[in-house]
């Protein structure tokens, strides 16, 4: 039994059988998402279409469906905290690239708002995973 399978105590057929269609159609849309994101800031479609306070808003909620739907993408809960980072760098990366477009600005407050969103999201989606992780019997270390 591979290492892996022997740590959380699952054979890789269970860990096979959870990894489903629905869960790769997450992880497709999810990086379709993040395509059409860096697209749309290329071409200008998102420039200053929100109002200013309400800008955090939007920002934390597309961090969040991004954040959301890879982490529901993947197997277990115990390495949203590397989502987590993943996401982070990717709103770094967002700002840097809007601060090289013209009209538009790269913000702290904005990346803090994208990481606020995915944070949010990805604690409760830890939290209904380990509900259910532990209504299946599986104990993990």
Known sequence: MPQQARIFGQSNMTMYKKFSCWRMFSLSFALCL???????????????RVAAPWDKLVH??????????????????HRFWRLLVLMAI?????????????????????????????????FLLALSKRKEDDVEGRYYR
Not at 34 to 47: D, P, R
Not at 104 to 117: F, L, P
């Open 90 to 122: 990717l709103g770094m990366a967002h700002e840097g690239f809007q601060s090289y477009l013209p009209g538009r600005t790269s913000s702290v407050w904005d990346w803090s708002a994208d990481v606020g969103g995915s944070l949010m999201v990805l």
């Open 60 to 77: 934390a909620s597309v961090y969040g469906l991004l954040s959301g739907l890879l982490g529901w993408g993947m197997v277990t809960y």
């Open 34 to 48: 993040m395509a059409i994101l860096f697209m749309a800031e290329l071409q200008g479609w998102t420039a200053h």
